[in-house]
């Protein structure tokens, strides 16, 4: 018969045991997760990056836009300016024009206007050369810092002629 030590009956052992499987399956499941999980932040991050980018060239073609409408609006300003700078040119050009008919005496016959910016030829018939001195030249002697004229006289007895009044830079 054989001998007995022990008063329950022997069981068998495992090298690793049901409690040390159980955690080491819940470790392995753990790692698992946090692997797939940092795959999952990984993708995450990488479409944000890209969003990110996609933003960035957008406010970047924005900025663009931005410029260019601001180019624009200082053009348009610019030439609003330019428009209300001709607008004024324009109205002192008529203004001295209708002080320049207001100046021409009845006697005098003008037949040609050239106004330039700083030089006013005009063109026409006088009866004597004293009424053009008296009546016309001298107003226009008094506004323009040099005034020539030219005579040619006509087979009637009146005289053609042809007066160049210059205003220089440094008398504006």
């Given at each position: 018969?054989?001998?007995?030590?022990?008063?329950?009956?022997?069981?068998?052992?495992?090298?690793v045991s049901k409690l040390?499987?159980?955690?080491?399956?819940?470790?392995?499941?753990?790692?698992?997760?946090?692997?797939?999980?940092?795959?999952?932040?990984?993708?995450?991050?990488?479409?944000?990056?890209?969003?990110?980018?996609?933003?960035?060239?957008?406010?970047?073609?924005?900025?663009?836009?931005?410029?260019?409408?601001?180019?624009?609006?200082?053009?348009?300003?610019?030439?609003?300016?330019?428009?209300?700078?001709?607008?004024?040119?324009?109205?002192?050009?008529?203004?001295?024009?209708?002080?320049?008919?207001a100046l021409i005496p009845?006697?005098?016959?003008?037949?040609?206007?050239?106004?330039?910016?700083?030089?006013?030829?005009?063109?026409?018939?006088?009866?004597?050369?004293?009424?053009?001195?008296?009546?016309?030249?001298?107003?226009?002697?008094?506004?323009?810092?040099?005034?020539?004229?030219?005579?040619?006289?006509?087979?009637?007895?009146?005289?053609?002629?042809?007066?160049?009044?210059?205003?220089?830079?440094?008398?504006?």
């Open positions: 018969m054989a001998v007995r030590y022990s008063f329950t009956t022997p069981q068998p052992k495992y090298i040390t499987k159980i955690w080491i399956f819940y470790v392995i499941v753990s790692v698992i997760i946090v692997y797939f999980g940092g795959i999952y932040l990984k993708i995450e991050v990488n479409m944000l990056n890209n969003n990110a980018q996609i933003v960035e060239n957008n406010m970047n073609i924005q900025d663009k836009k931005i410029a260019l409408i601001n180019k624009n609006i200082e053009r348009l300003k610019y030439e609003a300016n330019l428009d209300n700078i001709n607008k004024n040119y324009n109205n002192e050009v008529q203004q001295s024009l209708l002080n320049l008919f009845d006697q005098i016959t003008i037949t040609q206007i050239k106004l330039e910016e700083e030089k006013l030829t005009l063109k026409g018939i006088t009866p004597t050369r004293e009424l053009y001195s008296f009546l016309l030249q001298a107003p226009l002697r008094s506004i323009f810092t040099t005034s020539r004229v030219d005579f040619f006289p006509l087979p009637n007895g009146w005289f053609n002629f042809t007066s160049i009044s210059v205003l220089n830079k440094e008398a504006k």
